[in-house]
């Protein structure tokens, strides 16, 4: 540890390492390129992701406080991850149902940053800094790490899978796709006593 590795160390062994530390840098070898040029070298040891993978990390741990801290379960992903704004300013959305616009819109904007950079980078002859793949890289963290809070949050049972208990902002109501008419009702109404007449029959 502690230099360019593919220059001056050869093939990496993690079990010269602790156990901790053999873990913390086989994650990095899964999750990143580790480029010497592109990562810091702190204590004399290069990090085990390159600066833009610790700002997306920073990114998704503050993404996930934010939800931690003004996040509900309100369903859905998309209005769980909204619920993290206030109620009065994403009631425009609701009036003119651009949910789905505003929670994964938004987060397309928060990895837009990375897209670019990066996308500039590997296609021309522009070359990044560490300190704008740290700062590209958070935003990315951040929607990365609402969308994952909102996946986990949006769950129907709370709520008894009854979409009309949960509340949302411009007094919306959640409604299912598919509303049965009054004829699908009576026709499920008939087959149930059908079946228990048979039932009542059979015994």
Not at 3 to 13: N, R, S
Not at 62 to 91: A, C, H, M, Q, Y
Not at 104 to 120: C, E, Q, R, V, Y
Request: hydrophobic residues 40%; glycine residues 10%.
């Amino acid at each position: 540890m502690g230099h360019d590795q593919a220059q001056h160390g050869g093939k990496f062994a993690w079990s010269e390492l602790d156990i901790f530390s053999a873990f913390v840098y086989g994650f990095g070898d899964l999750n990143c390129h580790q480029k010497h040029e592109r990562s810091w070298v702190i204590n004399e040891n290069q990090m085990p992701v390159c600066t833009r993978d610790i700002g997306i990390f920073a990114g998704i741990f503050v993404g996930g406080l934010i939800f931690r801290k003004r996040g509900l379960n309100r369903w859905t992903i998309r209005d769980s991850i909204i619920s993290v704004l206030p109620d009065e300013k994403v009631e425009p959305f609701y009036f003119n149902d651009r949910r789905f616009l505003l929670a994964f819109g938004g987060i397309a904007l928060l990895l837009l940053p990375t897209a670019l950079d990066g996308g500039i980078q590997a296609v021309s002859d522009y070359e990044s800094t560490n300190i704008k793949r740290l700062i590209t890289g958070f935003p990315m963290g951040v929607g990365v790490g609402l969308l994952f809070a909102g996946v986990f949050a949006a769950n129907p049972k709370p709520f008894e899978f009854d979409a009309g208990r949960v509340i949302l902002p411009a007094n919306a109501r959640l409604v299912p796709s598919v509303e049965p008419t009054d004829d699908k009702i009576s026709e499920i109404a008939t087959q149930t006593e059908t079946d228990t007449t048979a039932g009542d029959s059979e015994e």
